[in-house]
């Protein structure tokens, strides 16, 4: 039986690289949101409102639907509610 070490889910789960690397970010910037809601104890309603959604999107999101969520609409949804990204950590692959 043949095993293959991954760094994280998204390698394991998807078919490129690529498509691992936007997963992995669109991830991370969903749980953000979902944890903003919840630190503000949002309603789904109140944080549709803020995020400039509907409230079925915020249940997508709440559910953690992340195929139905573009890295461009995640961060329109954070600019909505006022919030910015500070810092973005890049590193070369181990293999490159």
Do not use: C, Y
Request: charged share 25%.
């Amino acid at each position: 039986m043949k095993t293959h070490d991954f760094e994280n889910v998204w390698d394991a789960i998807s078919d490129t690289h690529e498509e691992a690397e936007n997963m992995k970010i669109r991830s991370q910037l969903m749980t953000f949101i979902n944890a903003w809601i919840a630190r503000h104890g949002l309603s789904q309603e109140e944080a549709a409102k803020a995020l400039g959604v509907t409230q079925p999107r915020i249940s997508e999101l709440a559910r953690g639907k992340i195929a139905l969520f573009s890295v461009d609409r995640l961060i329109t949804m954070l600019a909505n509610a006022g919030l910015h990204i500070v810092n973005i950590e890049i590193s070369e692959a181990a293999d490159a």
